[in-house]
């Protein structure tokens, strides 16, 4: 697991590596912050990474992710949330009591903190719930870069539909053209879509014929490449 500092188990800078996805976060959260905000952050970080995991019925780094929005400002507090759960190494235990207890945004928190923290599909159940809502906000974080990894292709289609039907727009949607890509089922499922609102004199969203086009299999010719590695 990535120190939240990009240091190494001793403390130094991992030589030959890229920065984490959560340096660059924390460097781009920090010039934007107060300096009494960005304190706030330093010390909620030192303190989480000194005492990862769970600890009790409820860890102190949990009551930090609560005081994010007023510490740091709305524009910030998700970032710095994501930030905190990242240095407290929150396993799936914790990220779900701090899911299920928390509130709209600290659920949207813990969504974009997923790809950092659970390698594997056992959160889906987290973004199966938010799937499940009507908060556009949360909606968004839920087809994240986590979900394009694990839903499956039939809760990832109903996923794309449900952004259609809530006005959450597709850019939000990770990896779409990937995942869109000679899907002849979700094809069909947008076109069953679009006739419904035609036919019920709605407008059908810009959006829908977006993902619709991205839909269509690849078949651009490919340049035959040479066997000395260039392309002819």
């Known amino acids: 697991m990535t120190h939240p500092h990009g240091t190494g188990t001793a403390g130094t800078p991992t030589a030959g590596t890229a920065p984490a996805p959560t340096d660059e976060l924390r460097a781009r959260t920090e010039t934007g912050l107060t300096p009494a905000a ?10 989480a990474a000194a005492r990862p995991g769970t ?5 102190g780094w949990e009551l930090r992710l609560a005081e994010a929005g007023r510490r740091c400002g709305p524009a910030h507090a998700d970032a710095a949330r994501v930030l ?44 199966d719930d938010a799937l499940r809502t009507n908060d556009t906000r949360l909606l ?22 449900k952004c259609l039907f809530t006005g959450v727009p597709v850019d939000s949607v990770a990896d779409l053209g990937r995942r869109a890509r000679g899907d002849a089922e979700l094809a069909r499922m947008l076109g069953d879509y679009a006739a419904e609102r035609t036919a019920a004199g709605r407008q059908v969203p ?3 014929h977006r993902v619709l086009a991205l839909t269509e299999p690849d078949t651009a010719p490919h340049s035959p490449v040479d066997p000395h590695g260039k392309e002819s």
Request: proline share 8%; glycine share 6%.
């Open 38 to 47: 960005r304190a706030w952050l330093d010390q909620a970080l030192d303190e």
């Open 55 to 59: 600890h009790g019925p409820i860890s």
């Open 84 to 127: 905190i759960l990242h240095a407290a190494q929150a396993d799936l235990g914790a990220l779900t009591r701090a899911y299920r207890q928390g509130t709209a945004d600290e659920r949207r928190a813990v969504l974009h903190a997923l790809p950092h923290l659970v390698p594997g599909p056992d959160a889906l159940p987290l973004v």
């Open 140 to 161: 968004a974080a839920a087809v994240g870069p986590y979900a394009a990894r694990h839903l499956a292709p039939h809760a990832w289609r109903h996923a794309v539909l």
């Open 206 to 208: 810009e959006d829908l």
